[in-house]
């Protein structure tokens, strides 16, 4: 069966940080994989999408990056954080046009 | 571009009573839809999906929601709630590369 695996739970993380988040797929080959990022209260805003290995669109013009090393595996980075990069992080995979969604990370800036 | 609406924030109701969460989007074409629900500290999982045919698509859990093109709708409906229902339900849109454009999320408290 097809799982995704994102860690850490959560994370506190200082300003000026640098900060690696992980989501792996297993079950498939050649997913299309998502970032998106959750503020308290709102929806979900997509920050990265990839459709294949290297390959990574931007949505949200910010400090944060992502890349693909692997076929399934998915990294969203940054070499500082700010305050404003806390939320909840969310990695997803389509599964016949809908996402299958990692179970998140909370990350805090202090 | 796309966009999606869930004009209630939060709704009440009583366990036992019927729900219906409300969802309007904007887009030029027949979009793919879905409905997800989160629970607390959690990742949204899949309720159910519209992408065409029958405009009455059924769901896990009891849900069912109904496609109104002439609306630009797509109501998400349970006809008795349970007490584990209460939760943020967000409802989307598809329609480019897979990307997805959620609603801000209508939360669901259910009284006993």
């Known amino acids: 069966s097809q799982t995704i695996h994102q860690w850490p739970a959560t994370l506190v993380q200082p300003v000026g940080s640098p900060l690696s988040l992980e989501c792996t797929v297993e079950g498939t080959s050649n997913p299309n994989l998502y970032w998106y990022r959750q503020a308290a209260g709102r929806g979900l805003q997509l920050l990265f999408y990839s459709v294949g290995i290297g390959q990574i669109s931007s949505e949200v013009p910010q400090n944060l990056s992502a890349s693909r090393p692997q076929d399934r595996q998915f990294i969203l980075s940054s070499k500082k954080l700010l305050l404003s990069d806390s939320g909840f992080y969310l990695c997803?995979?389509?599964?016949?046009?809908?996402?299958?969604f990692g179970s998140g990370t909370r990350l805090t800036v202090v | 571009a796309q966009s999606v609406t869930q004009p209630d924030i939060h709704i009440t109701v009583s366990e036992g009573a019927s729900l219906e969460l409300r969802c309007n989007y904007s887009?030029?074409?027949?979009?793919?839809l879905f409905w997800y629900v989160q629970s607390p500290g959690q990742g949204l999982q899949l309720l159910l999906k519209?992408?065409?045919?029958?405009?009455l698509v059924q769901g896990i859990k009891g849900f069912e929601a109904e496609f109104k093109r002439s609306q630009s709708s797509f109501n998400l409906r349970k006809p008795s709630v349970h007490w584990s229902d209460a939760a943020e339900y967000f409802c989307?849109?598809?329609?480019?590369?897979?990307?997805?454009?959620f609603g801000d999320g209508t939360t669901l408290t259910v009284k006993p």
């Open positions: 519209y992408f065409s045919g029958d405009t």
């Open positions: 887009y030029g074409a027949t979009p793919y």
């Open positions: 997803a995979w389509t599964v016949n046009g809908g996402y299958t």
């Open positions: 989307a849109v598809n329609v480019n590369a897979g990307k997805s454009t």
